[in-house]
């Protein structure tokens, strides 16, 4: 298992200027390691599953998916949702039932 500490730092602090008016803090993160993050959506229309197709395919199937259900429009009851496949580029995710709603997907990798 990887640590990893992330941190916030301002970028306008790093320069010695003096402007009259002080600039508003550029806030950055700045991370220990290198750490690939992809965020997505997956809508459900009557069905129970839906793909995900990552902006950045990552290199290997060497990282982390976390699914929640953010919003279910039917109100159809509790819902269970897992991963069913993973490749590089697209993430499959699955539910017990068919429902209609959002499920927000994240995947994350730490080298």
Known sequence: ???ISIRQIDKNRFGKRYP????????????SQDFDLEMGSIYFDNTDTGTLTFEVPFPDTNFAIAATVRDNITDTGNVNIFVSAVTVSSVTIQASSNFTGYVDVFASRIM
């Open 1 to 3: 298992m990887s640590n």
């Open 20 to 31: 009259f008016v002080r600039a508003p803090a550029r806030v950055t993160l700045q991370v």
